[in-house]
């Protein structure tokens, strides 16, 4: 009944996990976003392994399931560093989040709450020509705080996982254990008693 609730459970985060990381795969498709591009397309690859070892009681996949969760929260954690701009990280960077390849920015800076943009124009000498130079005012949130929130929501669904994780795995493991026990007389080659004839020899005198 433990093992059934437990998985029950964690097929429910894997879930979950799914649903926010496509939403959060849908934002950074459309905000250029590469280097996030890639790791959520390999949290969703891991995610779908979990879920499938936990349905089939394949303990090495939720094994595996647990462990990426733990570089899964690390880098979540560093994308919170990057927009909070604790220490030298800078949320301006280029090069971070979209390998230099663009000068894009979060999706949720032009779309987020209550956002207005406005084109600037003539736009200034420096600005590329194939880039429009847009003001941005009136905005609820900051864009930085939203990607904060995803970061921090994602954080929490791997930090259950992780630990609804470890314990389907140990449960897994315990009702193998049980299982070998019951059927370990057959593994070491034991044999029941034999049937013996009831009929018995009389002795022969000469």
């Not at 976003?33 to 890639?38: G, V």
């Not at 956002?115 to 429009?132: F, G, I, L, N, Y």
Request: proline share 5%; net charge negative.
């Amino acid at each position: 009944m433990g093992c059934c609730s437990g998985r029950c459970t964690l097929a429910f985060i894997c879930g979950m996990q799914l649903v926010s990381v496509l939403e959060r795969q849908v934002i950074d498709f459309l905000g250029y976003q590469w280097a996030p591009i890639l790791s959520n397309f390999v949290h969703i690859l891991v995610v779908i392994l979990g879920l499938f070892g936990t349905i089939q009681f394949r303990p090495r996949y939720v094994t595996g399931y647990a462990a990426w969760l733990v570089v899964w929260m690390t880098w979540n954690i560093f994308i919170i560093c990057f927009y909070l701009e604790v220490g030298d990280l800078s949320k301006d960077s280029d090069l971070v989040l979209t390998f230099n390849l663009s000068m894009h920015r979060s999706w949720w800076m032009e779309n987020g709450p209550g956002c207005k943009v406005t084109p600037v124009a003539p736009p200034p000498s420096w600005a590329p020509e194939d880039h429009r130079y847009i003001s941005i005012a009136g905005c609820l949130l900051d864009y930085h705080l939203i990607e904060v929130a995803h970061s921090s929501l994602q954080i929490l669904l791997a930090l259950l996982g992780f630990i609804y994780a470890c314990y389907v795995v140990k449960l897994i493991s315990e009702e193998e254990d049980s299982f070998d026990f019951i059927g370990g007389f057959d593994s070491y080659g034991y044999q029941g008693p034999q049937k013996t004839s009831h009929l018995q020899l009389q002795p022969m005198y000469m």
